[in-house]
């Protein structure tokens, strides 16, 4: 065995290309008596990064690695099709279908499920259109996305335990980095439903055990045992469309290069942050970004501003960029600041956000990024002053705040005749003319 390890040791010390090279070997791994098929993306001394051709990634120590072997000079992942089959024989007796869009495999319901890959679909265009008009380094994924809608909690839960992910609280759906899939699930058509699109109804949850007005009060990141830090991403909002929008978010990101799916480097703020900012409908519709309010976040925005009054500090942003410190202390002020955060880059300083997002993707798996580097990396983006960017930040989403619902809005002053139109008046329109002869007299002027 310490012979293998040696072996093992100095293949990978000669072998750097299985890792930067434009087309990587095609290897197998044997580990505790398994053996695994796929490209080395990523190395150290203790871990070993091994991409599947499914797109499952697999971490695996260094020192458990029995033997290893080349299949072939390049590494091709597997076609959607062959893939689409596997999920098939995977998911056999869970009364599903499985179909495919541009970019997606669906498994659902049969009645539902072209519905949700629709969905999936669609937040994937406008989540890429969005970066790429933007200037970010992105690229199409390398494997389909595979997305899993269960009928029931029953099975939901079952599947769950499988990523070693207890489901309570509320759960509807969760993201895995390392499997690389997304799974949510349905429950019985009821009175409460969401909109997923125009003449499309698909029903949403509601726990009343687990929620408070109307959202999971329960931790949304649940660790997972073999990869304890940054694995599983799941939503708080219980609305099913929510749920698919915020979850579809992350498993893009992850896939065409937003964020890295190796290693450990991904701030939480940067990945909440995201997902959280493109719930909002403006922010996946170039037709309603001008809408007024179309791309707030308004649960998050109300979070945000209950957060402000009440237990936010002072000069605190640098704590919240370095660590994700306030996610263990509140979930949801960590998800509202992160939204607001996020809105507030995007918005104001955008080449500077994508510069941060381009830097912490392309940090080496096998670095760890700790809090002082973090903090680092954020002020080479937006500058070292951070007090200012801070109280610039807070004014911003001061003005953002919609107006009270009781407040009425003045008409505009008339002064042109579209101006007459525009507020309901047709100068062209006879019946809306009095006849000169049926004008009243001016009054006389009092002496």
């Known amino acids: ?37 796929g490209k080395v993306v990523a190395r150290n001394d203790q871990k070993v990064w091994l991409m599947e ?36 024989r995977e998911l ?25 890959a629709e969905l999936f679909e669609d937040q994937y265009r406008a989540f890429y259109s969005y970066f790429s008009v933007r200037g970010v380094n992105i690229h199409e994924p390398e494997f389909p996305l595979i997305a899993i809608i269960f009928p029931d909690a029953k099975s939901f839960t079952k599947y769950a335990a499988k990523d070693k992910i207890e489901v309570k609280g509320g759960l509807k759906g969760y993201y895995v980095q390392s499997t690389n ?8 058509p009821s009175a409460e439903t969401s909109d997923v699109s125009p003449g499309v109804r698909i029903p949403f949850l509601l726990d009343p055990s687990a929620v408070s007005g109307n959202r999971a009060v329960l931790p949304p990141w649940i660790n997972v045992p073999e990869q304890p830090r940054l694995d599983h991403w799941a939503s708080l909002d219980t609305r099913l469309q929510a749920t698919v929008i915020h979850e579809a978010t992350h498993q893009v990101a992850f896939n065409i290069g937003i964020h890295s799916r190796i290693g450990q480097s991904n701030p939480r703020w940067i990945l909440e942050g995201l997902a959280t900012v493109f719930e909002a409908p403006g922010m996946r519709s170039s037709s ?15 979070d945000f501003q209950e957060f402000v009054k009440v237990r936010r500090q002072p000069k605190s942003l640098a704590l919240f960029v370095q660590s994700d410190q306030t996610f263990a202390a509140n979930v949801i002020d960590g998800y509202s600041q992160a939204w607001a955060l996020t809105y507030f880059l995007v918005e104001t300083r955008p080449r500077e956000y994508s510069r941060l997002l381009h830097t912490i993707a392309a940090r080496p798996a096998s670095e760890a990024y700790d809090d002082k580097q973090r903090l680092a990396d954020f002020e080479r983006a937006f500058g070292g002053d951070l007090v200012l960017l801070e109280a610039n930040f807070l004014r911003f989403m001061e003005g953002v705040a919609p107006p009270p619902s009781h407040a009425s809005l003045r008409p505009k002053k008339i002064r042109t005749l579209d101006d007459l139109r525009r507020n309901g008046i047709n100068p062209i329109n006879k ?3 009095v006849p000169l002869s049926e004008m009243p007299y001016p009054k006389p002027a009092q002496n």
Do not use: C
């Open 1 to 37: 065995m310490r012979h293998l390890f040696f072996t093992f040791a100095t293949w990978l010390a000669l072998s750097s290309t299985l890792v930067s090279a434009a087309e990587p070997k095609f290897v197998e791994l044997v580990a505790e008596g398994k053996a695994y098929e």
């Open 53 to 88: 051709r499914d797109g499952r990634l697999r971490t695996l120590d260094v020192d458990k690695i029995e033997t290893f072997r080349k299949l072939a000079d390049q590494f091709s992942p597997l076609s959607a099709g062959h893939v689409r089959d596997q999920l098939r």
């Open 92 to 116: 056999v007796g869970e009364r599903m279908d499985v179909i495919g869009t541009g970019h997606y495999l669906v498994a659902g319901p049969p009645a539902l499920v072209g519905d949700y």
């Open 181 to 188: 899939r997304i799974a949510l699930y349905r429950d019985a």
């Open 288 to 302: 309603l970004a001008k809408t007024p309010g179309a791309k707030l976040n308004q649960m998050r925005l109300h």
């Open 431 to 433: 019946s809306q003319l």
